[in-house]
Nanobody, 116 residues
Framework: QVQLVESGGGSVQAGGSLRLSCAASGRTAILNIHWYRQAPGKEREFVATTSWSTGITNVADSVKGRFTISRDNAMNTVFLQMNSLKPEDTAIYYC??????????WGRGTQVTVSS
């Protein structure tokens, strides 16, 4: 099992920044950590991913150049630095872990609201 707890969400004005954290715990080895988001009335969409072992990252085109994903293995935490936020970034942001057994685990999410 993997437990994931997101934090760092909040309300900001357009152009502002937030840093989300995803703290992972449990005994199951993790392959990748992803961030997804879901806006009201929309499907959940991929935002960013990082390999737990190599640190190789990728972000969605919609946030490229504005969002950065990073990890601190010593803290078992993955961060999502979000800059130049836009109203369309408003969503619940979820942390997702893919384990070595190819199981998916989800956090409860953290709300990000960007006002114009």
């Amino acid at each position: 099992q993997v437990q994931l707890v997101e934090s760092g969400g909040g309300s900001v004005q357009a152009g502002g920044s937030l840093r989300l954290s995803c703290a992972a715990s449990g005994r199951t080895a993790i392959l990748n950590i992803h961030w997804y988001r879901q806006a009201p009335g929309k499907e959940r969409e991929f935002v960013a991913t990082t390999s737990w072992s190599t640190g190789i990252t990728n972000v969605a085109d919609s946030v490229k150049g504005r969002f950065t994903i990073s990890r601190d293995n010593a803290m078992n935490t993955v961060f999502l630095q979000m800059n130049s936020l836009k109203p369309e970034d408003t969503a619940i942001y979820y942390c997702n872990a893919l384990s070595g057994r190819l199981e998916n685990f989800w956090g409860r999410g953290t709300q990000v609201t960007v006002s114009s």
